[in-house]
């Protein structure tokens, strides 16, 4: 597993990371390319990050913890709310489970989302949203899923997922206008 300080804590650029490593000749060649490839982390990045983890860690890490739960359920959540409106796109299902850290059963809280269009038509789901609705995610065949399912990214700014949402629910709004049209 590889960490980084900017996806810890949101401060880009730090160029601060560590990695957890299983596999002695994974490590060793990592080791290698890294004497290579980099120059060195500076002493005040070491400092700065030293500091970072250091008001992470307080309290045991449970602030910036329950704030990305927070933040990421709350997502998720809104996420869930407009599309459950729509007959053409379905999002995966995922149910409580057990969290070890928060010893608690908790809701979903995942950094992306699968997305599938349901019609037939619709074969190329990245398509649709891009053309219709402005939506930039990544293509199902990229994870050797089909491309009836696209993957969005909830791991943005706020003012981006708000802007997801908001095209979202344009495009949700646009399915229940014409099914309106075709009744009459």
Request: some cysteine; charged content about 25%; overall charge positive.
């Amino acid at each position: 597993m590889i960490f980084t300080m900017s996806k810890l804590t949101g401060h880009a650029g730090s160029r601060f990371g560590w990695a957890i490593v299983k596999d002695k000749n994974v490590y060793e060649n990592m080791l290698q390319y890294k004497s290579l490839a980099d120059s060195g982390t500076s002493k005040d990045t070491q400092l700065r990050a030293l500091k970072l983890i250091k008001v992470v860690l307080e309290n045991g890490g449970r602030g910036i913890y329950n704030f990305a739960y927070k933040t990421m359920r709350g997502r998720w959540t809104k996420l869930n709310h407009v599309l459950s409106l729509s007959k053409r796109f379905k999002l995966q299902e995922i149910p409580s489970s057990f969290c070890n850290y928060s010893r608690t059963v908790r809701g979903a809280s995942p950094a992306f989302a699968w997305l599938k269009c349901t019609k037939e038509e619709d074969s190329n789901c990245y398509k649709v949203l891009h053309q219709e609705a402005n939506i930039l995610g990544r293509k199902g065949s990229s994870f050797d899923a089909e491309n009836h399912y696209v993957r969005l990214s909830l791991v943005k700014r706020a003012d981006e997922i708000n802007l997801l949402l908001n095209r979202l629910e344009e495009l949700v709004s646009k399915e229940e206008q014409n099914q309106t049209t075709r009744s009459s």
